[in-house]
């Protein structure tokens, strides 16, 4: 089992930033893909943001460039970057990472970009 904790939500206005951290709770998470998804109210889940072991990452179009996932191995944590913010990237934003077959989700953290 793999134990993530999201943090860093919050509210902010328009064209701030905030950075969203997630802890693992197992030296392992270092070796595995890690992604940020956000869900925001009646929409589905979707893609923000993911980063391999090695380091290569993927964004969706919506945030690329604005937002920048990155990952500090010795202390098992990922971090989401996020700058530009809009009110449409309002939303609760999940950490995600798979272990063999099972995928693990933080509990969310909510973000919200508002004036």
Do not use: H
């Not at 063999?100 to 969310?108: A, E, H, I, T």
């Amino acid at each position: 089992q793999v134990q993530l904790v999201e943090s860093g939500g919050g509210l902010v206005q328009p064209g701030g930033f905030l950075r969203l951290s997630c802890a693992a709770s197992r030296s392992i998470f270092s070796s595995l893909t890690t992604a940020w998804y956000r869900q925001a109210p009646g929409k589905q889940r979707e893609l923000v943001a993911r980063i391999t072991s090695e380091g290569s990452t993927t964004y969706p179009d919506s945030v690329k460039g604005r937002f920048t996932i990155s990952r500090d191995n010795a202390k098992n944590t990922v971090f989401l970057q996020m700058n530009s913010l809009k009110p449409e990237d309002t939303a609760v934003y999940y950490c995600n990472t798979r272990l063999g077959p099972y995928d693990y989700w933080g509990q969310g953290t909510q973000v919200t970009v508002s004036s």
